[in-house]
């Protein structure tokens, strides 16, 4: 069975640092992983889309990093900001399957 | 970028009703597009695919007859819970495929912010 698992299940951190969210899956043959983020009450809004042969992908604070080789993959936010307060839902594909593997996400909570 | 729409945002029902929650494309076309559940602090659970001009197809435990699925055009697919209970109280949310292929021949997907369902 494909699964995705997310840790922290949650964290809080202080406005300005950075943090890291880890993404472990077993979603085989591997076709491609997604960060999502999902603000309370809304849609996941895409960050980043990673295929196994990238290794590493920046959108603005974001960045993606992925070894397909062990399953792993982390997306760490530099200097949060308030607004990046939400749910970070971590999404694998398999090949040739349009089904949508998601993580329980990691819940940020940004503070001043 | 395209987007995703959803109607209503929120809806509050007595149990018994049937409620539609309708999903569109509002810049493209899509002959696919997913419906999915989501539970407070759970992820979100994909409920049916709905083909454009035949059945949906269902996820197992996901009673067909209570969730009706219409694609009736290219840019919108609606969702009709019948004889909503307190227990269909959730956030229901549709996403559509892209029609630009990223690298890798990845497709995009697209989320509709999302629908929150109240029965009381």
């Known amino acids: 069975k494909n699964q995705v698992e997310q840790s922290p299940q949650s964290l809080i951190i202080l406005e300005g640092k950075n943090c890291t969210l880890q993404c472990n899956y077993t979603v085989s043959p591997f076709s491609n992983l997604r960060w999502y983020k999902q603000d309370t009450g809304r849609g996941p809004v895409s960050l980043t889309i990673?295929?196994?042969?990238?290794n590493t992908k920046s959108n603005g604070r974001y960045t993606a990093t992925l070894d397909a080789d062990t399953k792993q993959s982390s997306l760490h936010i530099t200097a949060s900001q308030l607004s990046d307060s939400a749910s970070y839902i971590c999404v694998v594909s398999a090949r040739n399957d349009y089904k949508l593997s998601f993580g329980a996400g990691t819940t940020v909570t940004v503070r001043a | 970028g395209a987007v995703v729409s959803q109607h209503p945002s929120r809806v509050i029902c007595k149990s018994g009703t049937s409620v539609k929650i309708e999903c569109r494309s509002l810049d493209f076309q899509a002959t696919t597009m997913f419906w999915y559940r989501q539970f407070p602090k759970q992820s979100l659970m994909l409920m049916a695919t709905?083909?454009?001009?035949?059945?949906?197809?269902?996820e197992q435990g996901v009673e067909k007859d209570k969730f009706l699925i219409n694609h009736a055009s290219l840019t919108l697919s609606t969702l009709t819970v019948t004889s909503a209970h307190p227990e269909d109280s959730s956030f229901y949310i549709c996403?559509?495929?892209?029609?630009?292929?990223?690298?890798?021949?990845?497709?995009?997907?697209?989320f509709g912010p999302g629908t929150r369902l109240t029965v009381l």
């Open positions: 996403s559509a495929p892209g029609l630009k292929i990223l690298a890798g021949g990845v497709f995009e997907q697209f």
């Open positions: 709905s083909n454009e001009g035949s059945k949906a197809t269902y």
């Open positions: 990673m295929t196994f042969s990238e």
